[in-house]
Structure formats: C-alpha cells, structure tokens
C-alpha cells in the first residue's frame, strides 16, 4: 500500500534515511535479487530528485515563506 499523500514524503524520507544507514553501515550482504533491483531504482529516482533540485526548492520555499 502506498503513502497517504499527507505523510508520504515525511514517510519516505524516514525510509530513504534507514537506506542510507544500511549502506553506510555496510549492511548490505546477502542481499536479494529483489532488494538489488530496489536498490538501483532507489538510485535512479535519486538522480531524478536531484535534476529536480530547483523545481522542490521552490516548493519547498513557497510553504516556507
């Protein structure tokens, strides 16, 4: 089931934060085929979010201001 539109970035961002912690901790082993696909499209929505940098700051500035 998907994020309620109210919680999901709060939601994800808890999420994506246990992810980052996994890798630095190198807790990575073992991992399924099913996890290492997850992990690369992880990564691909990341390079997303990041050439969307301007277009969430100004989001983020408008409810902030």
């Keep these: ?10 939601n994800t961002a808890m999420d994506l934060q246990d992810c980052v ?7 990575t082993e073992d991992m399924s ?9 992880i990564l691909e929505d990341a390079k997303s979010i990041v050439s969307m940098s301007e277009e969430i700051d100004g989001i983020i500035n408008e409810f902030e201001n």
């Design 1 to 10: 089931m998907g994020n309620m539109s109210y919680c999901r970035f709060h």
């Design 21 to 27: 912690d996994a890798i630095e901790n190198g807790d």
């Design 33 to 41: 085929r099913h996890e290492i696909d997850g992990l690369k499209k």
